[in-house]
């Protein structure tokens, strides 16, 4: 089978691979949809210290059929012809870390990332422990189970770690696929979502996933709009997606104000004096728990949230350069590779 590898300096390349097969524990699924994730494009461009390599199949956002269950994979874990997500990363399995579902913060530090460590999801098909999966919910389609398991479901993690979105003023920083996703949770959640972007066509799209108000921070003043929406309170949650806003998201938040930073590398500096001050809680979040993926699905299910419409964009593998082109300059919608 043939895959997608970044070998630096925004080049997309397919290479041979063999077909591969399940050890014990292990399957193979057969990939539907690999979704193009942000981070991607650190890898692409060869600004990550951490990427694959030249020999390492790309993507983290893969969603699919079990093709072949290894020895040792019991019905309850996977059969073939299952509908699937994966959690895209594996750890020791014993240690708290991964025994809570955060396998990505391994204690031995001894796990594994689809795409970094080991192959990922932009190739026809995929090997990963059994324990990595998911149920795909029929009422979902492959390129939503795909955003579930990077993009949105890493807004999703923004959200849920924000709390008592419900009521809350709640600004969302950068409108791509991921602030996209954070809008339409925390308008769905009972937010009046203040949407903040420098392109009107993606302030256009936050309208439609469920923004109250919008602004453009390139053509208005952030500080004035905020304040005339807000009585001049500023915002009481704040959910930074872009990597670049962080000091304007902080410069919106209100007192009492809690906000969470999902963009990188988004530089901040912060005074603690101002921070003690205005009471303000600070955090980050990490994708997501292997038990909030499930959750972020059936919660997209209960709701009939509009995934789906993230995507502008679907590729064939042999598009690889021309999509990861495309996707470099970073002002349209969500990609994704359909097999
Ligand atoms: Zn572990
Ligand atoms: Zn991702």
């Known amino acids: 089978m043939q895959g997608i590898t970044f070998p630096g300096d925004r080049r997309a390349v397919l290479k041979d691979f063999p077909d591969p097969e399940p050890g014990p524990g292990e399957v193979v699924v057969r990939v539907r949809a690999s979704g193009m994730c942000g ?22 956002e893969p969603c699919g059929d079990v093709h072949a269950v290894g020895p040792g994979v ?11 997500m994966i959690h895209h990363y594996w750890g020791c399995d014993s240690c708290e870390q991964c025994r809570s579902g955060w396998p990505q913060m391994c204690a031995r530090g001894s796990g594994k990332t689809l795409c970094l460590t080991a192959h990922g999801g932009h190739a026809p098909y995929l090997l990963v422990p059994a324990r990595t999966l998911l149920p795909l919910p ?37 409108q791509g696929p991921v602030g996209l996703s954070g809008t339409m949770f ?14 009107d066509s993606r302030l256009d799209r936050a309208r439609e996933f469920g923004a109250s108000e919008v602004i453009n921070s390139a053509s208005a003043d952030l500080a004035e709009a905020m304040a005339d929406l807000t009585g001049g309170r500023g915002a009481e ?7 670049v806003a962080a ?45 909030e993926q499930k959750r972020c699905a059936d919660f997209v299910v209960s709701r009939r949230l509009p995934v789906d419409e993230l995507f502008s964009h679907s590729w064939s593998l042999d598009r690889a350069e021309e999509a990861y082109q495309w996707f470099d300059k970073q002002s349209d919608g969500k990609g994704v590779f359909e097999f």
Do not use: N
């Not at 981070?39 to 983290?60: K, P, W």
């Not at 019991?74 to 699937?84: K, M, Y």
């Not at 925390?186 to 392109?199: N, S």
């Open 237 to 243: 949650l704040v959910l930074e997606t872009s990597g």
């Open 39 to 60: 981070s991607d494009l650190h890898f692409y461009r060869g600004t990550a210290s951490f990427g694959g390599g030249a020999d390492t199949i790309q993507g983290h």
């Open 138 to 174: 029929d009422s979902l389609s492959y390129k939503a189970g795909a955003a579930i398991g990077c993009g949105t479901g890493t807004a999703w993690g923004g959200i849920k770690r924000l709390g008592d979105v419900g009521g809350s003023t709640l600004v969302v920083f950068g």
């Open 74 to 84: 019991t019905a309850d874990l996977a059969s073939v012809g299952d509908r699937v």
């Open 186 to 199: 925390g308008a769905a959640l009972g937010a009046r979502v203040i949407a903040v972007d420098v392109e």
């Open 247 to 291: 000091d304007d998201a902080l410069s919106v938040l209100g007192k009492w104000g809690r906000a969470c930073f999902i963009g990188l590398p988004g530089d901040v500096r912060i005074k603690t004096e101002e921070v003690y001050k205005k009471q303000w809680t600070l955090m980050t979040s990490w994708t997501m728990s292997s038990i």
